[in-house]
């Protein structure tokens, strides 16, 4: 049966099926069916919250020594012996089985291997089931603070970028239509705003789950004289949970957490898309280096996005993690559940998968070279400029907007007849069309002229730009350079 287990990968799997459980060998005589065990053991994927689970088991050892349940010898034993099974597994030396099912169970055979009775004593007042919920909160907990430095960074390339291509023009699309005249600067300030309300989800999420479980026990609370104000305080959270059932049943901050994942991913996917779309041949705004791109192994000539692409598709399993993990909270009785051991996978899978896109991003946000007269000549085609002859019009003719809407248009139909852009027609022209019309118009004709003008609030103009960079960074990164 030897790595027949896809979900304990890795760990050392049990050959005698008869042998008692010796976590529960009291009320066993015999041990589990191979499948039993196979569709049981967790330790092939939670090992990784070993950090997290012997962080958690010091905090309840100082806390049941202090309240005298443990005796200070004993205390000192556990810890001793909680840093010597920390530091095998750091260093690959830690045998992780599957018989005994779970981190839990490993770290803690492991701790009465080294250290004897004492070891025993370690899980008084305390049951798996608040152990995993407290694991699951620390892990989504320090996953969402390295996640929020990633994307502070990834806030701080764009910015960086912007500030460099503030007076670059670009077409604004809409539709995928050119539309206005834009800044390149503007367009990845656009992004700099959504991957900051990213952030504020995050610490919205990170503020709601930092309550402690421990001390919930199996699920009713704990006979002996526990202090769950300590542990809590020990790890790091604001309190401990009001509710014992509610403690070792909640994963909503799993949920949350995977909620804002998934939001993440889809701005991480709509940024791949533009750059992908960018890099293609037939807009050529920017190239990526050979660090960003692979080759083809049939065409020569190509460089493929590769990045952009994984980055814009990694939000097809992020949200299938949401999907997932909905799907088994739902109708999900009180308390715990063996069901919540399937959170794991999917979650660890978001993060990582989350991780990667965002660093993958911020690399290529350095790494992007844009293609400055490419985009001015796309911008300046297909009459984007005319609208700011429609504003032209109302503010020195005196039109109403609805009309001047209609006279340009008009003109528009004329210069695309004759094949010529709005600032090649004459002044006879355009008189035909609507007599007031003076010299002045040409002045407003340009996409510079466009971007220039717009500087009312969070408008795209340079100037506008090159303050919003200043204000983003004070804002986001709480810097002024
Ligand atoms: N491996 C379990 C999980 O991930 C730990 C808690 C198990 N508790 C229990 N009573 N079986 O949810």
């Excluded at 760990?11 to 589990?32: E, H, L, Q, V």
């Excluded at 834009?182 to 309300?197: C, D, K, N, P, S």
């Excluded at 004070?474 to 810097?479: E, K």
């Amino acid at each position: 049966m030897a790595r027949k287990n896809t979900t304990a990968r890795g760990a050392t799997p049990s050959k005698a099926t008869t042998r008692s459980n010796t976590m529960w060998g009291g009320r066993y005589a015999r041990g589990p069916a191979e499948i039993m065990e196979r569709i049981n053991a967790s330790i092939g994927f939670d090992r990784r919250l070993y950090q997290q689970d012997i962080a958690g088991s010091l905090a309840h050892c100082d806390m049941l020594v202090k309240r005298g349940i443990l005796t200070a010898k004993d205390g000192r034993a556990i810890k001793r012996g909680l840093a010597q099974v920390r530091e095998e597994i750091e260093a690959g030396r830690f045998k992780f089985s599957t018989r005994l099912e779970d981190i839990h169970f490993n770290v803690e055979a492991r701790l009465t291997e080294l250290i004897g009775p004492a070891g025993g004593r370690l899980h008084t007042a305390r049951s798996r089931n608040d152990q995993i919920a407290l694991d699951v909160r620390l892990w989504v907990r320090d996953t969402i603070d390295r996640l929020e430095a990633m994307l502070a960074d990834l806030q701080a390339a764009l910015i960086d970028r912007a500030e460099e291509y503030a007076a670059t023009i670009m077409p604004g699309f809409t539709h995928l239509q050119t539309a206005q005249p834009i800044t390149f600067g503007h367009h990845l300030l656009a992004y700099v705003e959504m991957v900051g309300r990213d952030r504020s989800r995050l610490r919205d999420c990170r503020a709601r789950l930092n309550e402690s479980p421990l001390g919930a026990a199996a699920l009713a609370g704990s006979p002996h004289p526990i202090d769950p104000r300590q542990t809590a305080r020990a790890l790091g959270f604001d309190r401990p949970m009001a509710n014992s059932l509610d403690a070792v049943s909640d994963r909503d901050y799993v949920v949350e957490f995977i909620g804002a994942a998934s939001l993440i991913a889809v701005h991480l996917s709509r940024l791949s898309e533009e750059i992908v779309i960018w890099c293609s041949a037939p807009f050529r705004f920017i190239t990526l280096s050979d660090a960003f791109t692979t080759g083809s192994s049939i065409m020569p000539q190509k460089r493929n996005p590769d990045a952009a692409e994984l980055t814009r598709a990694k939000v097809g399993r992020i949200v299938g993690a949401f999907v997932a993990l909905c799907t088994v909270l739902k109708g999900l009785p009180l308390t715990y559940g063996k069901d919540m051991q399937e959170d794991k996978e999917p979650l660890f899978d978001a993060a990582d998968s989350l991780e990667l896109g965002v660093a993958a991003t911020t690399g290529m946000v350095r790494d992007l070279k844009a293609n400055p007269e490419r985009m001015r000549a796309v911008a300046a085609a297909d009459y984007s400029v005319a609208t700011d002859l429609a504003d032209w019009l109302v503010r020195k003719v005196g039109l109403p907007f609805r009309q001047a809407h209609h006279v340009t248009g008009r003109l528009v139909g004329i210069a695309a007849a004759k094949g010529v852009d709005l600032d090649k027609l004459t002044l006879a022209e355009m008189q035909a069309v609507e007599p007031k019309i003076d010299r002045g118009v040409f002045g407003v004709l340009t996409v510079e002229a466009s971007v220039n003008a717009r500087k009312s609030l969070g408008g795209t103009a340079p100037v506008n730009v090159a303050r919003a960079v200043q204000d983003a960074r004070r804002r986001f990164l709480g810097r002024n350079r």
